[in-house]
């Protein structure tokens, strides 16, 4: 139906009914406008003088009346008149591209905006009550894609373009907007609504699109009864993944934020709450005052203004988080709780920044390792400043999840991590926090620790990591040395001739000696396969810049793995629920 709604529209556009005459005159003029933008092409000497003898028409005195019954114009007579003309010519396709050999989109969504507000209120009133009537709702959607109104009294259409239904334009309540969605564009079947044209005006129009859906949406985040939810998602979803690169206006992306969130829209959802937290972050001291927050808010100062919208920002932040995890996202999860932690920090609201950190931390740890959590863990411990609790809290935590990945050895480093700082505690001794508490958690931190590597069949008396990697070489030189490799997740490493391959050293589990590992493949590839290499001819290869030995590309840093990484690689054990048991700290 559709389809064929489209096609009775576009040829709907070439006629408007006026609810009463104007001028003889401006008739004639309008017509033979009409049969001009039928026949000419844009740019025609032809087209421009049919123009300029509407605008005259226009101009005097009984046409003119027309005009002024709908709009309080604030220039003058002819220039008023030649935006009003301008406007109803970009309502068919050739008088759009007639006008645009000298206008650009952005003037005239400018000059749109500047004629829905200079609207006089009863005409608006009549316009918008128009689009309830089963016929004759003086709605149109012109060639162009945009959606157009007739102006009363005449034979004049106003294209609304972007503009006309901002705040600035139309300013649509919820019930306007959910009447504008349900009406029947002219020249539709019966039945035909705004909303079923709208998925397919969105292609071209997103930004129109997007602020009628807002403008229909509640506080609640819920539309009226008689809006179908699911069109209504259909084309809020294709209006936000058209606009991702524009932020919009707060309004706006609160209203499509609350809807996605109702609709369990939760990638949407996020996105909008990380739009706005970008918006919030950009915001002037001028725009808080200007949307009245300042007032409101009772905000005195511009450094309270400042704080103000970190702090809204960090809010934003944090439920785009939220809805990331929901999403299945950890990763973006994790940014966007970064990201809060900041905002909070830079707002002095410690212990919400605290908090952010931990929760960054503990959704890194769901699918990273420790070298990848470390300064973020680090960064929550810090915040949490003398709270002992709390730090001992997220230790045990990230250490669960890293043990839920297989990971014991990134585990017992976040144990460790946390044992430093209960140890800086008891060297110290600060008033208020309660020693015996500190003492017992460092015990049971300690412990935790040395149950990670003994689950991993690591013996840890002195922490020396080239010596655990040895050792962990040692117990699995069978399986290194195969022809399969040693699997992990998503991982496989050799160690053909148990040997180094460059240098051709043997391996010794009792000599001095660190081992790296050497990436074969390209990071991006969906399996990673990997070598044992000593770091001395790591450090010989980055030196002279060597070629990669399996694809003859230059050598880089991140190529090769080291440390406490290697160290995880070689001993994770297969992903799941049951693993986190050893990683607890109990008191």
Not at 207 to 213: C, G, T
Not at 388 to 397: K, W
Not at 483 to 505: C, K, M, P, W
Not at 526 to 545: G, I
């Amino acid at each position: 139906m559709i389809p064929g709604a489209l096609d009775a529209l576009r040829s709907a556009i070439q006629s408007c009914r006026p609810h009463e005459p104007t001028s003889t005159q401006a008739a004639a003029a309008m017509q033979t406008l009409q049969a001009c933008l039928q026949t000419c092409s844009p740019g025609a000497a032809e087209l421009t003088r049919a123009i300029e003898r509407v605008e005259a028409a226009f101009t005097k005195h009984e046409a003119w009346q027309c005009i002024k019954r709908c709009f309080e114009r604030h220039v003058g007579r002819s220039a008023f008149v030649k935006d009003v003309v301008r406007n109803h010519v970009t309502t068919t396709s050739t008088g759009l591209a007639h006008v645009h050999r000298v206008v650009g989109n952005l003037q005239l969504d400018n000059f749109a905006t500047q004629l829905v507000r200079a609207m006089r209120p009863e005409v608006r009133a009549d316009i918008v009550d128009r689009w309830s009537q089963p016929d004759g709702t003086g709605l149109y959607v012109t060639e162009g894609n945009f959606i157009a109104v007739g102006i009363p009294g005449t034979d004049l259409r106003l294209s609304l373009m972007d503009g006309g239904f901002s705040h600035q334009g139309l300013n649509l309540s919820q019930a306007e907007a959910t009447q504008l969605l349900l009406a029947r564009p002219e020249g539709t079947p019966p039945g035909t609504t705004l909303l079923d044209l709208l998925p397919m005006l969105t292609d071209d129009r997103p930004l129109a699109s997007f602020r009628i859906i807002g403008a229909a949406i509640g506080d609640d985040g819920h539309v009226l009864p008689g809006l179908d939810r699911d069109a209504t998602h259909a084309a809020a979803a294709a209006a936000h993944d058209a606009l991702t690169h524009l932020s919009g206006t707060l309004p706006e992306r609160e209203a499509l934020a609350r809807f996605f969130g109702s609709q369990g829209d939760e990638r949407r959802a996020a996105q909008s709450r990380e739009i706005i937290a970008q918006i919030r972050s950009g915001m002037s001291p001028d725009e808080n005052f200007r949307s009245g927050e300042v007032a409101r808010e009772r905000l005195e100062t511009i450094d309270a203004i400042r704080r103000f919208n970190d702090l809204r920002a960090g809010e934003n932040r944090q439920r785009a988080a939220f809805h990331y995890a929901r999403a299945a996202s950890p990763q973006l999860a994790a940014e966007q709780y970064l990201a809060s932690a900041k905002m909070y920090a830079s707002a002095a609201d410690h212990r919400m920044a605290a908090s952010m950190y931990a929760n960054a931390a503990e959704k890194l740890a769901s699918f990273a390792t420790f070298r990848d959590i470390s300064q973020v863990l680090t960064d929550a411990i810090t915040a949490y400043e003398n709270d002992v609790s709390a730090v001992s809290r997220i230790g045990t935590r990230c250490a669960e999840a890293l043990t839920k990945q297989g990971l014991y050895v990134s585990a017992a480093m976040a144990h460790d991590l946390v044992t430093h700082r209960l140890l800086d505690w008891l060297e110290k001794q600060p008033a208020g926090v309660d020693m015996a508490q500190v003492r017992a958690r460092y015990a049971a931190h300690t412990e935790a620790m040395f149950e990670c590597f003994a689950a991993v069949g690591l013996s840890v008396t002195e922490f020396d990591t080239p010596s655990l990697i040895r050792s962990a070489i040692d117990a699995r030189r069978n399986d290194l040395a195969s022809s399969d490799g040693l699997a992990g997740n998503r991982y496989v490493i050799h160690f053909d001739d148990e040997s180094d391959t460059i240098s051709a050293q043997a391996f010794d589990a009792h000599a001095p000696t660190t081992w790296v590992l050497l990436r074969r493949g390209d990071i991006g590839d969906p399996k990673q396969v990997y070598e044992l290499m000593t770091e001395d001819s790591m450090h010989d290869l980055l030196r002279h810049r060597s070629v990669h030995p399996y694809h003859r590309k230059p050598l880089v840093e991140t190529d090769f793995v080291e440390g406490i990484e290697v160290l995880d690689m070689l001993t994770a054990k297969p992903p799941g629920p049951d693993a986190a048991a050893p990683a607890r700290a109990s008191v």
